[in-house]
């Protein structure tokens, strides 16, 4: 962790990632150590994320009776959209980035199966998606301008 920031770090392992063929998240132990840090720890960084972070966390547990599944469900569900995010960040000429399929397995099982469609289409329009039509988000504005781990 020898860079000069967080989100330098964070690209870092991410292009590390890519060059081994993965696009995906950064699963460097020694970074999730220091994220979750943080996010136990940096209450201004609470404060940030209070609209959308707690309102996701509140959507997905709501209800549950078994509080290890749901976490694992949500879990996996904030994984999906951080991958969303990754690859528009590392790939955003990649066509098949553009759309996505609200009828598709990750979406239909890992997303919705722990968040509702509101939080869902919020949550994908930071990104620069928008409702095309009952099946599909398209992105709206070139991800170029995304800027999802520099400061």
Not at 62 to 82: I, K, M, S, T, V
């Amino acid at each position: 962790m020898g860079s000069s920031s967080l989100s330098e770090d964070y690209r870092l392992c991410l292009e590390r990632e890519l060059r081994r063929g993965r696009a995906g998240v950064c699963g460097d132990p020694s970074l999730r150590a220091v994220l979750w840090q943080i996010l136990v720890e940096d209450f201004d960084l609470h404060g940030a994320l209070q609209d959308d972070a707690l309102a996701l966390l509140t959507d997905g547990l709501w209800g549950r009776a078994d509080l290890a599944p749901a976490l694992r469900g949500l879990a996996r569900a904030f994984e999906l959209l951080e991958l969303a995010a990754v690859h528009l960040y590392l790939l955003p000429w990649r066509k098949e980035f553009t759309t996505i399929k609200t009828f598709s397995g990750g979406y239909v099982h890992v997303l919705k199966g722990v968040l509702s469609e509101d939080l869902l289409l919020k949550s994908f329009q930071k990104m620069g998606y928008v409702r095309r039509d009952n099946h599909r988000l398209m992105l709206h504005w070139p991800s170029r301008g995304l800027c999802l781990v520099h400061s």
